[in-house]
């Protein structure tokens, strides 16, 4: 049971006998009263241990009752259990009824946290800057085919050359390496909702600009604000999910972010098959994209600031602590909707807000880059940009660069067409994808990451032996094909960037997740430069092997290093790391 750590403080007792007896359990537990909380609320407090039913460090740590205890100054396991057991038989204290209530308290409070027509609005404007940014895959293929066609582009410079067209394709991803950079300076100043409508407005800008464009600089220049806007939507959009989402369906909604962005693949597919045969279909391409730029920063408008990110503000000295937390509780309250009440939100910032000042303690309220290479910042580090890297570099672009010639041999006609072959891949992933939704609050993080790059692996060997000795047997490409398609849609794909915006404590939390945006984006560009050279330099055979070796790491790595985090809120998750590191 996840016990919250102000109904820990405030829960009254009701008869005197049973205080005392509670003070004397807590006194035999070796614990120190905290120097801030009177007498009653520690036997308060003890009264919740023993109706837990007795406590160890693994329990402490991954429940937010963690950062009291922490700051009573012991990590010793508390034995409450056995005391209680001596109390009953020896005094009488019938403790069922308090574990009851809460257990039925607890039940209660978790029905009422949430409708689903309260939190689909916090989810769809912050997810729309995923959209975005699949849009501009899908539609970069189609728009450079019109821009360098002498008889489509509607332009006297379409006689581009290999590099400059490369500048064009690549140059959102450059810019969004450099939004990933100003996402780190900026981020916790600015607030994830205002980095958002920041993230809106410059891809109004880049797709305006891009559209417009006279020359070939101004393209590149529109190409570079664009990724800009990227680098900050993918770093700002799964935090602001993170922190407003409930905790039983905060997993749910960030796998669907990877959603939207396989669907707006799948929408600039749609654009470009539709403005192909257009002269100067390129400029409706590129400019297609700011009507849902335009409706994304207003819906970040409209909506409240991260409670999370305001109580870290307040405790960064932005202003007075009650003036914050007001500010949080009512944000809360707008995020829930009309079923959690005032109470509720006070109870659910107070626990924050104390979650926070505890894992703050003897540390400097500003952020450096040097903490975060430190203690449980850096243990969480590695595991978030680990899942990135590893999701970059485990061969999804040299898969799908084969898809084609696999799907040829096998004797699909369908595949001769690239724009269609991309759209069924694309709607076979979104299909992947929707399971993973579907499932990651069911069945956890863990589970779908293990067995997804287990099937990657599995994927890239049979790859590896296709190209090596059977190619006579193309259903066993198709197969592999697939596999990986649809293993990587319900692990790597959305399970990477939901434990990576689960994973961070709220203090380093923007400045972590813009290393681990640069470390994607950054290892993105390096994939894309190198596999041409490599499978030059040793073979396609060779190539996927490779890949296949660098799965077997990251699944060790996953199997090692990941935690659990299911149904853990955002400060559970946090202690939970404390207790492991």
């Keep these: 049971m996840a016990l919250s750590s102000s109904s820990l403080l405030l829960l009254p007792l009701q008869h005197s006998q049973q205080q005392q007896q509670f003070c004397s359990i807590f006194a035999r537990s070796s614990l120190p009263p905290p120097p801030r909380l009177p007498a009653p609320d520690v036997a308060a407090a003890a009264a919740n241990l023993v109706s837990a039913g007795g406590l160890s460090n693994s329990y402490l740590r991954k429940s937010s009752l963690f950062p009291i205890v922490k700051r009573m100054g012991s990590g010793r396991t ?38 689903w027509t309260s939190v689909s609005l916090p989810f ?65 100043a600015l607030g994830r909702r205002k980095e958002l409508m920041l993230a809106a407005f ?54 669907l972010k990877e959603g939207f962005i396989v669907g707006g693949i799948l929408l600039g597919y749609l654009v470009g098959s539709i403005m192909i045969g257009v002269e100067g279909g390129w400029r409706m391409m590129f400019g297609f994209g700011a009507p849902i730029a335009l409706l994304m920063g207003v819906g970040m408008w409209w909506l409240p600031p991260s409670p999370r990110w305001l109580l870290l503000r307040g405790l960064q000295g932005g202003g007075e602590e009650q003036e914050f937390k007001a500010r949080a509780s009512s944000a809360l309250l707008r995020l829930r909707g009309n079923r959690f009440s005032q109470n509720m939100a006070e109870e659910q910032v107070e626990d924050t807000w104390m979650s926070l000042q505890a ?13 975060l290479f430190q203690g449980v910042n850096l243990k969480a580090l590695l595991i978030g940009t680990g899942l990135v890297f590893f999701q970059q570099v485990t061969g999804q672009p040299s898969v799908l660069y084969y898809a084609a010639p696999i799907l040829q041999n096998a004797g699909f006609s369908l595949a001769a067409d690239a724009t269609k072959l991309s759209v069924l891949l694309g709607f076979f992933k979104l299909i992947m994808t929707g399971i993973a939704v579907v ?64 994973i961070f404590p709220l203090r380093t939390r923007g400045k972590a997740l813009g290393v681990t945006t640069l470390v994607n984006f950054g290892s993105n560009a390096v994939v894309a430069l190198a596999f041409a050279p490599l499978q030059d330099l040793v073979g396609v055979s060779a190539t996927f092997i490779i890949f296949g070796i660098i799965g077997l790491i990251s699944l060790i790595f996953i199997v090692l290093a990941v935690p659990e985090t299911k149904g853990l809120s955002l400060e559970e998750i946090e202690a939970k790391l404390l207790g492991r590191s």
């Design 124 to 188: 769809v404007f912050p997810a729309l800057g995923g959209l975005m940014f699949g849009y501009d895959i899908g539609a970069t293929s189609g728009a450079v085919v019109s821009l360098v066609s002498p008889e489509l582009s509607g332009i006297e410079w379409y006689n581009l050359t290999a590099l400059q067209t490369g500048l064009v394709v690549s140059g959102s991803l450059y810019g969004a390496l450099l939004g990933s950079i100003l996402a780190f300076n900026i981020a916790d």
């Design 439 to 502: 499932n990651v609050d069911k069945l956890g993080r863990r589970p779908l990451l293990i067995g997804g790059v287990s099937g990657i692996v599995i994927s890239l060997f049979l790859l590896a032996a296709y190209f090596t000795f059977g190619q006579g047997v193309p259903v066993l490409a198709v197969i592999a094909l697939l596999l990986y398609v649809g293993c990587y849609q319900v692990s790597f794909g959305p399970i990477s960037w939901l434990m990576v915006s689960e």
């Design 202 to 255: 410059l891809y109004i800008v880049g797709a305006l600009v891009t559209g417009g464009a006279p020359d070939l600089s101004v393209l590149f220049a529109g190409r570079l604000i664009y990724g800009i806007g990227i680098g900050l939507a993918m770093h700002a959009a799964p935090m602001y999910i993170a922190e407003t989402a409930p905790t039983q369906i905060r997993g749910t909604l960030i796998s």
């Design 359 to 371: 894992a703050s303690e003897g540390q400097e309220l500003n952020v450096s880059l040097a903490e």
């Design 78 to 115: 508390i034995q409450v259990k056995k005391d209680m057991t001596n109390v009953d038989s020896e005094e009488g204290v019938d403790t069922e009824p308090l574990l009851q209530q809460q257990q039925e308290e607890e039940k209660s409070k978790a029905a009422a946290l949430f409708n």
